[in-house]
């Protein structure tokens, strides 16, 4: 019996978390010259992502309703191009979706391999917001998992700016303000 003692001792470490689950950690952060509101209306509008978003080039709610509402715990069908030239399908699962602030979504087996995909909204001002574009990965077989987090880094960027052009333009357009 005392053979059993460590093993069983080890066991019971990895299920209480007594070793670190492998992370990788993407932050990403824009300044948009628009108002909060206008800047959810863009992210939350995934029928038109295929108009701007370089990145996640096509989401869809997988639910049975009318076209462009979007619930917590949603299912999520997402298209991912990477600049690398990758190409990625997942399904995935609204995880927050407080209005006008946080919209996260995430999917996976949590411990195994998990994703959860962050957009945070502030306002700076009445015509200032800061998106933080984030995602944390883990699990025990993210170091099998070829991510690439260079090209997934790249990717927000790119989809950080195109955000950024299409908000302010509507924002412009909006306020009758001239293009700059």
Same mark, same amino acid.
């Given at each position: 019996?005392?053979?059993?003692?460590?093993?069983?001792?080890?066991?019971?470490?990895?299920?209480?978390?007594?070793?670190?689950?492998?992370?990788?950690?993407?932050?990403?952060?824009?300044?948009?010259?628009?108002?909060?509101?206008?800047?959810?209306?863009?992210?939350?509008?995934?029928?038109?992502?295929?108009?701007?978003?370089?990145?996640?080039?096509?989401?869809?709610?997988?639910?049975?309703?009318?076209?462009?509402?979007?619930?917590?715990?949603?299912?999520?069908? +997402? /298209?991912?191009?990477?600049?690398?030239?990758?190409?990625?399908? =997942?399904?995935?699962?609204?995880?927050? !979706? #407080?209005?006008? @602030?946080?919209?996260?979504?995430?999917?996976?087996?949590?411990? +195994? /391999?998990?994703?959860?995909?962050?957009?945070?909204?502030?306002? =700076?001002?009445?015509?200032?917001?800061? !998106? #933080?574009?984030? @995602?944390?990965?883990?699990?025990?077989?993210?170091?099998?998992?070829?991510?690439?987090?260079?090209?997934?880094?790249?990717?927000?960027? =790119?989809?950080?700016?195109?955000?950024?052009?299409?908000?302010?333009?509507?924002?412009?357009?909006?306020?009758?303000?001239?293009?700059?």
């Amino acid at each position: 019996m005392k053979h059993l003692a460590l093993p069983l001792g080890l066991t019971g470490m990895l299920a209480l978390g007594g070793c670190a689950t492998p992370t990788t950690e993407i932050r990403t952060k824009t300044e948009i010259q628009a108002p909060v509101s206008v800047v959810w209306d863009v992210l939350r509008d995934f029928d038109r992502y295929p108009e701007w978003n370089p990145y996640h080039v096509k989401v869809s709610v997988l639910e049975d309703r009318d076209a462009g509402t979007l619930r917590l715990r949603d299912k999520i069908h +997402v /298209f991912i191009q990477k600049p690398d030239g990758h190409a990625l399908d =997942l399904k995935a699962r609204i995880r927050v !979706l #407080d209005d006008g @602030e946080r919209l996260y979504w995430g999917g996976g087996v949590k411990g +195994v /391999f998990h994703g959860e995909h962050r957009f945070v909204l502030t306002a =700076l001002g009445p015509d200032r917001t800061r !998106l #933080d574009h984030d @995602e944390d990965f883990s699990g025990f077989a993210l170091p099998f998992v070829p991510l690439g987090p260079e090209a997934i880094e790249r990717g927000y960027v =790119l989809m950080n700016e195109a955000l950024k052009a299409r908000a302010e333009k509507i924002h412009r357009a909006r306020s009758g303000m001239a293009a700059n």
